[in-house]
């Protein structure tokens, strides 16, 4: 069995890499469903796999947005099916110009043997 916070780790690496690549169905597959994000003082829900879409994420991910960036993850819990990370992500330019650091807690969980991002509460908007 996978340790719980490589496997959540992982499950963020995932994430950023599909993110950073376009890959809209490796995002999805990077996340549990239901995945909420609490972020601008709006709660989004994507209830299903293949509901995360990546015109949403550019709608909001600055102008020129190229690619993403950990700064920082800090494990905050972690249990045997579940893990809080305390992150910091940047948005870049191509130019690599910062965009904006931004400040969030993720839920990593396990379920049915899939560890996924559930749930982010983000100060980015």
């Given at each position: 069995?996978t340790?719980?916070l490589?496997a959540?780790l992982?499950?963020?690496?995932?994430?950023m890499?599909?993110l950073?690549?376009n890959d809209?169905?490796?995002?999805?597959?990077?996340?549990n469903f239901?995945?909420v994000r609490l972020?601008?003082?709006?709660?989004v829900?994507?209830?299903?796999?293949?509901?995360?879409?990546?015109?949403?994420?550019?709608?909001?991910?600055?102008d020129?947005?190229?690619?993403?960036?950990?700064?920082?993850?800090t494990?905050i819990?972690?249990?045997a099916?579940?893990?809080?990370l305390?992150?910091?992500f940047?948005r870049?330019?191509?130019?690599?110009?910062?965009?904006?650091?931004?400040?969030?807690?993720y839920?990593?969980?396990l379920?049915?043997?899939?560890w996924?991002?559930?749930?982010?509460s983000?100060?980015a908007d």
């Open positions: 069995m340790e719980p490589t959540a992982k499950s963020l690496d995932d994430y890499d599909a950073n690549r809209e169905p490796a995002i999805n597959k990077a996340c239901p995945h972020a601008g003082g709006k709660v829900v994507w209830p299903n796999p293949g509901d995360y879409k990546l015109a949403d994420f550019r709608a909001r991910a600055g020129g947005w190229h690619h993403s960036r950990w700064d920082e993850r494990a819990h972690v249990g099916t579940k893990v809080h305390k992150v910091k940047s870049w330019r191509e130019d690599e110009t910062l965009i904006g650091r931004f400040e969030t807690i839920i990593v969980t379920q049915d043997g899939h996924g991002i559930q749930a982010r983000s100060f």
